[in-house]
């Protein structure tokens, strides 16, 4: 057992400190009101959660929403799978999905809210009324107590001190489960331990549960095969005023190249695709450097204003299918703060 593992266990409800991720999804119109209308409706939910939720939860706006899914996704045609799906796409721990109805002469809104982790429905309520003019408060009301009936302490991932730093392993997370928080990845028994990788092909993104100091190194234990495909790379974006994109590409030929795609900037150095290899991203004296293991690949001026958190973006497959690694694969995530 890993002390670190050990730690997690033993820590969590003193040292979790991100919060769940709520989204929302666009409501279904059979009633046929107009767009306009529609989108109202769905901002009246939003509000509702965020008032329910305040500090305990982020709640996801539309263009967060917007920002991680493929370019002319329609979410009000997600019905079904899809709505666990794309809260799964979008790193969120729970999502909101519902429709606007006609039936006997009344508007009737239904909502329901799904777990992402296991896919299970968890809540749903439902509201009516003679007119969409007359509808805003009884959704208001019902969305208001959906949001509270969430067991978000279900939904909090394993963080925990870890010496300095902080860390993420799956080391003592049970065979084919969803951990929290990571966007569907499943933890599987491959390699040399546990990992966290896709179970099928798609498009996959989270952030990492952590805020990012002023000077810190992040650590990305990871292996995978671009197969030649800059969109294949893994994308860790550093969020704040000024974000920064981080590409990086493991290649089957063993050939690792580690990006600054917004200033044209990268590095390779050869390593195994298909191992575990430590990736670093370093941020200190107003420089940002990539390093595969201890070698620093790539190095560019880091932005004047701080960063504030790790978004991890990438499509792939599973890893390993008839034992060959095929697609992304990640270990542990480690962050520890810089003198």
């Known amino acids: 057992m890993r002390v670190g593992a050990l730690l997690a266990a033993l820590l969590f409800a003193a040292t979790a400190h991100a919060r769940p991720r709520v989204a929302v999804l666009e409501l279904r119109n059979p009633a046929g009101l107009t767009p306009a209308e529609v989108r109202f409706f769905g901002d009246v939910v939003r509000t509702a959660a965020l008032r329910t939720l305040a500090e305990r939860a982020l709640v996801l706006t539309r263009e967060n929403l917007a920002a991680q899914l493929p370019p002319g996704t329609d979410l009000s045609a997600c019905e079904g799978a899809c709505e666990v799906e794309t809260g799964r796409n979008v790193g969120a721990d729970f999502v909101v999905s519902g429709e606007i109805l006609r039936l006997g002469g009344e508007l009737r809104v239904l909502l329901k809210a799904h777990e992402t982790r296991r896919g299970a429905l968890v809540a749903t309520e439902r509201a009516a009324a003679a007119s969409a003019a007359a509808l805003e408060q009884p959704v208001e009301q019902v969305a208001g107590q ?194």
Not at 187 to 198: D, E, H, M, N, Q
């Open 146 to 339: 959906l949001f509270g009936a969430l067991r978000l302490q279900d939904a909090a991932p394993p963080v925990a001190a870890a010496g300095e730093g902080q860390r993420l392993d799956w080391s003592q997370t049970p065979e084919l489960d969803f951990p929290q928080g990571f966007g569907g990845l499943q933890v599987i028994s491959a390699l040399r331990g546990k990992i966290l990788t896709p179970p099928r092909a798609g498009t996959w993104s989270f952030e990492l549960p952590w805020a990012l100091p002023a000077r810190f190194e992040l650590l990305l234990f990871m292996g995978g095969d671009t197969r030649n495909e800059r969109a294949r790379c893994v994308l860790v974006e550093l969020l704040g005023e000024t974000p920064v994109p981080i590409q990086i590409c493991p290649h089957p030929t063993d050939e690792w190249v580690l990006a600054f795609p917004d200033v044209g900037a990268e590095g390779m150095r050869r390593a195994a695709h298909d191992q575990v290899m430590p990736v670093r991203i370093r941020h200190e004296g107003g420089t940002l450097k990539l390093l595969l293991d201890d070698t620093v690949v790539i190095a560019r001026p880091a932005p004047p204003t701080p960063f504030t958190a790790a978004r991890v973006r990438f499509r792939s497959g599973p890893a390993v299918v008839d034992g060959r690694v095929v697609g992304h694969f990640f270990e542990e995530f480690r962050l520890a703060p810089l003198p």
